[in-house]
C-alpha cells in the first residue's frame, strides 16, 4: 500500500502531466469562445450568401473547411487523441485535410490488408485541397439547380 501511494504522490507532482492540463483547458476555452461562435457567424453569413445570390461564397467555404480542421486538431488533442499541440503552438492548417489528425487514422502502417487499403484511401484523399472538394460540391449543386429549373421552363412550357 505504501508504494502504490508513493506512486500516486510522484505522479501528481510530475510538472509535464499539469502542463497539459492547463493546455486542454486552454484549447477548451478558446473552442467555446472563439471557435465557436466565428462558426456560428460563418453559417449565418453562407446563409444570407445562399438566400441573396443563390450560391455559397467560395472564400468563406474554403475558410470553413480549414476552421473545421483546426477545431478537428482542438478535439484531437483535448481528448488526448494527439500529443500535437494546435496553432499557435504549432503550424496553422494549410487546406489540406490530415487523415491522421482528422479521422483519427493511425500515421504507421497497419499489416492488416483491409487497414492498408483504407489508410491508403484516405492519404489519398487527404492530399486532396479542400477547395477542390468543395468545388466538386458547389459543381454538383449547379447541376442539380439547372436541372430543376430546365424542368419548371419544361412544365410551363406544356
Given at each position: 500500500?505504501p508504494e502504490?501511494?508513493?506512486?500516486?504522490?510522484?505522479n501528481?507532482?510530475e510538472?509535464?502531466?499539469w502542463?497539459?492540463?492547463?493546455?486542454?483547458?486552454f484549447?477548451?476555452?478558446?473552442?467555446?469562445?472563439i471557435?465557436g461562435p466565428?462558426?456560428?457567424?460563418l453559417?449565418?453569413?453562407?446563409?444570407?450568401?445562399l438566400?441573396?445570390?443563390?450560391?455559397?461564397?467560395?472564400?468563406?467555404?474554403?475558410f470553413?473547411?480549414?476552421l473545421?480542421?483546426?477545431?478537428?486538431q482542438?478535439?484531437?488533442?483535448?481528448?488526448f487523441?494527439?500529443?500535437r499541440r494546435?496553432?499557435p503552438?504549432s503550424?496553422f492548417?494549410?487546406?489540406?485535410?490530415?487523415?491522421a489528425?482528422v479521422?483519427g487514422v493511425?500515421?504507421?502502417?497497419?499489416k492488416s490488408?483491409?487497414?492498408?487499403?483504407?489508410?491508403?484511401e484516405l492519404?489519398?484523399e487527404?492530399?486532396?485541397?479542400?477547395?477542390?472538394?468543395?468545388?466538386k460540391a458547389?459543381?454538383k449543386?449547379k447541376?442539380?439547380?439547372k436541372?430543376?429549373?430546365?424542368?419548371?421552363v419544361?412544365?410551363?412550357v406544356?
Amino acid at each position: 500500500m505504501p508504494e502504490q501511494l508513493n506512486d500516486l504522490v510522484e505522479n501528481v507532482r510530475e510538472l509535464s502531466g499539469w502542463v497539459r492540463v492547463l493546455f486542454v483547458i486552454f484549447f477548451i476555452v478558446v473552442l467555446h469562445l472563439i471557435i465557436g461562435p466565428l462558426i456560428v457567424l460563418l453559417a449565418l453569413a453562407q446563409s444570407l450568401f445562399l438566400v441573396f445570390t443563390a450560391k455559397a461564397n467560395e472564400n468563406l467555404s474554403g475558410f470553413g473547411a480549414l476552421l473545421a480542421t483546426y477545431a478537428a486538431q482542438i478535439l484531437n488533442f483535448v481528448t488526448f487523441h494527439s500529443e500535437r499541440r494546435p496553432f499557435p503552438f504549432s503550424d496553422f492548417p494549410d487546406g489540406r485535410v490530415d487523415s491522421a489528425e482528422v479521422a483519427g487514422v493511425d500515421a504507421e502502417p497497419s499489416k492488416s490488408m483491409s487497414a492498408g487499403f483504407l489508410q491508403k484511401e484516405l492519404k489519398a484523399e487527404a492530399e486532396k485541397p479542400a477547395r477542390e472538394v468543395l468545388k466538386k460540391a458547389a459543381s454538383k449543386r449547379k447541376a442539380v439547380r439547372k436541372k430543376k429549373a430546365s424542368s419548371k421552363v419544361a412544365k410551363k412550357v406544356q
